[in-house]
């Protein structure tokens, strides 16, 4: 027969804050406390709800809510018309005892070392092209910054709890690998109205970033020592993804034409992959002519070779068209086209998109469904709305025209503070300047300077960081779009000061 507890069995179960919290929650520790050092044994029987409370000295509500948490959790057992009882068997196994240690084994030891992989060290090598700054002067002019002040939250909010109220059972069960097909349709007309692309909706991927779109492209197309072209400078997030595919990056020079297809060819024919940003390449800003794009393409149509088209910020150009994308006039089907809808919106989105070319399409479907299975459904409903009933194009010309603004302002205060300084040049798009040292500063590096600047708040990155040689270039990056006029003039006057010092 079970033995049941008495009042005296009790008294070192009276309430502590074990765990903290409520009355209930405390009793609660207590209890499980007791089951799990041996003092409350299996089988054991508790008293009444009502005595329990009343040895403890708490309300029979308090009692009852403990109890009911042990026995949901499988502590305590309850059997019809007999009462409550401890359980035989335990969901935590009890805490053993610490096993003895002599001297030599008290002495602390230093951890093992990690080999890491080809890819591990590659990664582990990129150097961080934005630091931040320690100072608490000034925000940054951080380059790919976008203002988010001015974004219509309430209506995204109402456009997610439309969509969410009464969802489908695709929408909460399966995702497509794809996913959702409205916004993949949505982007599709997006991008053949604004764009000029020639894809339709099945051609479209959605993914959570342009490092996932850059991996998802490497391990389809790439083996381990494939050579795949890179230009120099770029985007350190998109160098870091392609290192990862333990692959022999080519880097190819940039000039005022863009990426040097002929250097590219002369360094690596038979590369597999090229990934360019012809319409405003980063961080340079230089447009790949049409001569080149021409010969690109028939390079990659010779070496059987693939281009991935990278059009970070093609929604922000302020003089001119829009210049139409490398894809639009590919015949091939060798252009792998890449966008992001988080720059344009919100950083926090994490949308980004490919468009494939017809052959690839299910390759690159099941290639994301066994990767990733698909993206998170939560936003893309709500996205889809956001895009077919016009609010992305009317949000975009607002920050297109705040963004130009912005940076005329940028060069009126560069030319009037940073005379003799600092050259800063314009662009017809993109949402940073390069500002390249004159005078005695010329003598100096760029990450020196992008240092000093870094110790008085202002983070200006040094346009060497994105190159691959150590100490080629000399300039800094001055990210506009997000600094307001209250903001920008105070900060452009403190640069002056310290550079000047």
Known sequence: MPRRLGKGSLVSLAIRPVGGGSLARQLYGSLRTAILEGRLGPGERLPASRVLAGDLGVSRNTALAAIDQLVSEGYLETRRGSGCYVAASLPDVRPSRPRRVDAADALPRKPMPVRLSARGRALAAIRDSNPRGGG??????????????????????????????????????????????????????????????????????????????????????LDPGDSVWLENPCYPGVRAAIAAAAVQLVHVPVDDEGVMVETGIRRAPKARLACVAPSHQYPLGAVLSLQRRLQLLAWAREAKASILEDDYDSEFRYQGRPLAPLQSLDADGRVIYVGSLSKIMFPALRVAYLVVPQPLVEPFRRARAAVDE??????????????????????????????????????????????????????????????????????????????????AGIVAPALSGYYVEPGSGNGLLLGYAALPDRIMEPAVKRMAEVLAA
């Open 136 to 221: 608490k002067w000034f925000p940054c002019f951080l380059p790919g910054i976008t203002d988010c002040s001015e974004f219509p939250f309430a209506l995204w909010a109402r456009l997610l709890a439309r969509s969410w109220r009464r969802p489908d059972n695709g929408l909460v069960f399966n995702g497509d690998p794809a996913g959702h097909p409205d916004l993949r349709a949505a982007i599709a007309d997006y991008l053949r109205q604004a764009r000029g692309l020639n894809c339709d909706a099945g051609q479209v991927l959605v993914l959570s970033g342009i490092r996932q779109a850059v991996d998802l492209t490497c391990r389809l197309l």
């Open 374 to 455: 698909h993206p998170p459904a939560t936003a893309q409903p709500a996205l889809a709305a956001f895009f077919a009933e016009g609010h992305l194009g009317a949000y975009v010309r607002r920050q297109r025209k705040c963004y130009a603004e912005r940076q005329e302002r940028l060069l009126e205060l560069a030319a009037r503070h940073l005379d003799g300084l600092l050259t800063v040049a314009p662009d017809p798009a993109g949402l940073h300047l390069v500002a390249r040292p004159v005078g005695p500063l010329a003598r100096q590096s760029d990450t020196l300077v992008s240092g000093k600047l870094a110790e």
